[in-house]
């Protein structure tokens, strides 16, 4: 990857994953639950035990959730690099690439790893927020 790209990566990540983790820190409240055992949960697709690893899995859980990030947004700057439409359109193919990472997230890794699916209300809840602020932020920052 040339230093361009990777700013972008790095700049991608970082503000769909901030924004991305901040919604699940608020719905993870709202619901009545407890931060550190969301994200040791995060944790647990990779690593199993993580979810009985206190504060240590809870760090591990937030580098899962920015190392799947990153991977989201370097696929999709390394695809606009090439195709130009990608660019030229953000908006619509962030909205279309956010709905893309829904679908692989909910709908193939989670139920893989944890055997689960989403609720109605919690898909409704989880597209929004991988349309809007993740896929979005990571189109727009491939435009840079």
Known sequence: ?????????????????????????????????????????????????????????????????????????????????RMARLKSQPLLWGVIYGALTWIAMNWVVVPLRFGTTPSLVGAATQLFCHIVLVGIPIAYAARR
């Open 1 to 81: 990857m040339t230093n361009s790209t990777t700013r972008r990566v790095l700049t991608a990540t970082a503000i769909a994953g901030t924004l991305d983790i901040l919604a699940a820190i608020v719905l993870t409240l709202i619901y009545g639950r407890k931060i550190d055992a969301m994200l040791r949960y995060v944790a647990s697709g990779p690593f199993p035990d993580a979810k009985h690893w206190g504060t240590a899995g809870a760090a591990l859980g937030l580098a899962v959730h920015f190392a799947l990030m990153a991977i989201m947004a370097a696929l999709y700057i390394v695809a606009a690099d």
